[in-house]
């Protein structure tokens, strides 16, 4: 079942044009320029009451709900709260019956998201579940879902059910955009980019290489930060949750803005710095943030577009990936990242597909 690969993350990693594929199948609709969904189970008429969403989840599942967050408040304009499910359940948060709740969980089957679900769905909000394991107990109990279809992931380090939750994200802010004020030729500019994603997708597997070598320069360090705005601030904690948990190294990804508030003093000459720096909005003001580390004396590797020599001048390492718009770069930037965790901890000699300590699906609170 691995074929050429020596591990399944490794597999499931390179899995990702085409799981990303699957989770966009069906689901683009040109002509009216939205997402189409088959078990939501309200009508759009329902779903335009909804004027609040709650996004609930643990751990990688937590991050693709943070991309979430950015691209459904961006482009459909709907205010969104991230909750870790573990403490959704005991915050007991006033809500109004108009806020709708998500479940976003690879296996369906973790304990702190599943009793989230049930308190929720026990105070009378109407509940929508993403799985990726068809039949799972989330996916069963909650009202309407959106599966991904990206097949059985068997790597515990979460890889192509990461970047296929962030597309069901987009599909959603698309939809609910076209419900609400997103015009049709926005819309069709969004199911465009979507459309060309998963040979984006392809095209930043390059980068394995690239990664490798990095992943060889840096293999004694044990401190890492993750440092990336706005989109990418959820991808710095994903490529931060990567490294750790799969190579036992201790990592802390932050808003890059938010390391002169004081993980700054942590900065030296064998702490690096893993920047996520694609163009766009936030680019100069992340870039300002790679000055502040590199004058403190701190490695950066960078995670730039393919052509951008700014960056290049400042950073010690780069690692290139296609432009994307802006929304979509969390998806693409995962993949170099998820690459370099992957041969630092096959260099220190690490089990990455069964990582101490952990298991692949949670079911303990
Ligand atoms: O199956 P779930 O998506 O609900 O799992 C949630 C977390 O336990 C999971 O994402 C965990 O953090 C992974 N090991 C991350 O790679």
Redesign the pocket.
């Known amino acids: 079942e691995l074929g050429e690969y020596p591990h399944y993350m490794l597999k499931e990693i390179f899995e990702q044009p085409e799981t990303v594929r699957n989770a966009m199948r069906g689901r683009l609709d040109r002509d009216e320029a939205t997402a189409v969904f088959g078990g939501l189970n309200l009508t759009p008429q329902q779903l335009r009451n909804m004027d609040r969403f709650m996004l609930t989840?643990?751990?990688?599942?937590w991050h693709s709900s943070l991309v979430g967050e950015y691209m459904i408040e961006g482009l459909a304009r709907i205010p969104v709260e991230v909750q870790y499910a573990s403490e959704l359940r005991y915050r007991n948060p006033p809500l109004s019956p108009s806020t709708l709740l998500f479940a976003i969980?690879?296996?369906g089957?973790?304990i702190d998201?599943l009793a989230a679900l049930r308190e929720m769905k026990r105070k009378g909000h109407p509940t929508m579940s993403i799985c990726n394991v068809v039949g799972s107990t989330i996916a069963r109990e909650s009202d309407g879902g959106i599966y991904l279809h990206a097949g059985p992931e068997i790597g515990?380090?979460?890889t192509k059910?990461y970047t296929s939750q962030c597309v069901v994200m987009a599909l959603l802010a698309l939809y609910f955009g076209r419900l609400h004020h997103l015009s049709y030729e926005a819309g069709l500019r969004i199911v465009e980019d979507l459309e060309a994603l998963p040979d984006q997708i392809e095209t930043a597997l390059t980068s394995n290489r690239v990664a490798k070598e990095i992943a060889a320069k840096y293999v004694d360090c044990d401190n890492f930060l993750y440092l990336g705005r706005q989109y990418n601030f959820p991808t710095a904690l994903e490529g931060a949750?990567?490294l750790k948990?799969i190579s036992y190294i201790h990592a802390e990804g932050y808003p890059a803005a938010e390391m002169k508030h004081g993980p700054i003093a942590l900065v030296d000459e064998n702490t690096p710095s893993v920047f996520i720096v694609p163009r766009g909005g936030v680019y100069d003001k992340v870039l300002a943030n790679v000055e502040e580390i590199k004058a403190r004396g701190g490695p950066v590797i960078a995670v730039v577009d393919d052509g951008d020599d700014r960056v290049a001048e400042l950073a010690d390492d780069v690692i290139v990936m296609p432009t994307v718009a802006d929304f979509l770069q969390p998806i693409v930037a995962a993949i170099p990242l998820q690459l370099l965790a992957y041969h630092i901890a096959v260099l220190r000699g690490c089990d990455v597909d069964k990582p101490r300590n952990?298991a692949k699906?949670?079911t303990v609170e």
Do not use: D, F
């Open positions: 989840a643990c751990g990688t599942s969980t690879q296996s089957e973790t998201t515990v380090a979460s059910a949750l990567k948990e952990l699906s949670v």
